[in-house]
């Protein structure tokens, strides 16, 4: 039998609220600022505000830095002017001008009051540059160097600006006109003998982007040449800004991200699935599910057409979702494929006619496998004539589906749409629509005196 009184000594305690408040305390003392700011997200504003407030001001600028956008914003109104100003100014320059296109033109106004001269006029600069460019995700916090500096007056430069930059790893060499001759990384510099002239070891022929560049291009750059930053240049050849490589990493994100929403047939949307309102996931899916559905009656059609055959044949529309569904998934797998292949540039639209060539090759093959599969189950089910259409319709729609497929890419891609547009649900309406007059038409032309 259980002894009662040792079980109940063995009970749990409940932690008191004191040791929960040490347990809140000590995790905002010594959580790394993207924990915190994440906890820091979950809670109200007012609440949020007030535990932002209790960190040292490095602390609450990296913490507030790291917050979304959209929490940002919306905690704005619950500082003060000196508050919100502290944290500002003290901001990198690409997250200070992305926080302030964010805000109301009242907030704006307001910030731009309370900001120095320097900061004013650094925010108006960047927040100007179209979204989607190079410029909209540069930043001004970026180290310079003469070329006739000596690599020892180029180091104590660097030291003493390196807690304004945002990076200095690899420092621009600009002349007179501020126009861009040269980098240098920091690894070279410390190597260097002290009183070697820095045009002696930069490197003459940096690689750069321009204002009005993609922002998916210079992320594409970035990731090509393994570069921490990418200096960004205007129509003269002067320095106006870097990108750093985790803005790069958060544009390639960004795309990744609206690709999945096209490949699903969604208008692409800045929030997040949690934030975003059920007008927005409306609004946003409504437009292709409508399309789609009109793109769907066409099938229907070609089965009204078709209809006489259907009667006399009723074992035909056994294996009309088995074909079907071959064409589209097939199609869909070559949509993948080549969406995927372009947005990462291992082909372009110059490739598409050697590609197209080897895709009906492919298909062929495909084809031809899936309907010794399906031949014998035709067989039993209808007979000869019936496995024999449906063995020539495998072959035909796994053939149209994948060259549609891996087409509709290029040509999107030739009009200036975005490729992922064809995605696996339009390809696989239009594969239908085409596989049910295929089917429909090898069976008359076979099986109808």
Do not use: C
Request: glycine share 6%; no cysteine.
């Amino acid at each position: 039998m259980p002894n009662t009184e040792t079980s109940l000594n063995k009970v749990t305690p409940i932690p008191s609220a004191d040791a929960a408040i040490e347990t809140i305390v000590h995790f905002v003392e010594t959580a790394h600022p993207v924990d915190l700011a994440a906890w820091i997200a979950e809670l109200p504003y007012e609440q949020a505000k007030s535990e932002i407030l209790t960190l040292d001001l490095q602390r609450r600028v990296r913490t507030f830095g790291y917050l979304p956008a959209s929490f940002q914003a919306e905690l704005v109104a619950w500082l003060s002017r000196g508050e919100l100003a502290e944290i500002v100014t003290r901001m990198s320059a690409d997250d200070r001008a992305d926080l302030f296109k964010l805000l109301t033109p009242e907030q704006q106004q307001r910030l731009l009051r309370d900001l120095a001269r320097e900061e004013r006029e650094d925010i108006r600069r960047l927040s100007s540059y179209a979204e989607g460019t190079a410029g909209a995700i540069m930043t001004s916090d970026y180290a310079t160097l003469s070329a006739d500096m000596s690599t020892r007056e180029a180091i104590g430069l660097l030291r003493r600006e390196a807690p304004e930059k945002e990076t200095i790893y690899r420092s621009y060499i600009l002349d007179s006109e501020r126009r861009l001759i040269g980098s240098i990384r920091l690894h070279e510099l410390i190597l260097a003998a002290p009183h070697t002239p820095v045009s002696e070891v930069m490197d003459p022929s940096p690689i750069s982007a321009t204002l009005d560049m993609k922002q998916e291009e210079v992320a594409q750059m970035i990731e090509h040449y393994d570069l921490l930053a990418l200096p960004v240049i205007d129509e003269g050849g002067r320095l106006v800004g870097i990108i750093t490589h985790d803005d790069a990493a958060d544009v390639m994100q960004r795309e990744t991200t609206e690709d999945f929403q096209r490949i699903a047939t969604v208008s692409p949307f800045s929030e997040n699935m949690r934030e975003a309102s059920v007008a927005v996931l409306y609004k946003k899916r409504i437009f292709w599910l409508s399309l789609l559905v009109i793109g769907n009656l066409f099938s229907g059609a070609g089965l009204a057409y078709f209809e006489e055959t259907i009667l006399t044949y009723v074992a035909l529309v056994f294996f009309l979702p088995l074909l079907i569904d071959s064409s589209g998934n097939a199609g869909s797998q070559s949509a993948t494929l080549m969406v995927r292949a372009l947005a990462t540039g291992d082909v372009t639209l110059k490739d598409w006619r050697n590609l197209i060539l080897r895709e009906l090759l492919i298909a062929t093959a495909l084809g031809l496998t899936m309907a010794v599969v399906v031949s014998p189950v035709g067989l039993l089910r209808g007979g000869s004539d019936i496995a024999l259409v449906v063995g020539l319709t495998m072959i035909m729609v796994v053939i149209i589906g994948s060259l549609v497929g891996m087409s509709l890419p290029f040509l999107l891609s030739h009009f200036k749409f975005d490729p992922a547009t064809a995605s696996a649900p339009l390809v696989t309406t239009i594969s239908d629509a085409v596989g049910v007059l295929i089917y429909f038409s090898i069976a008359t032309a076979i099986l109808i005196p």
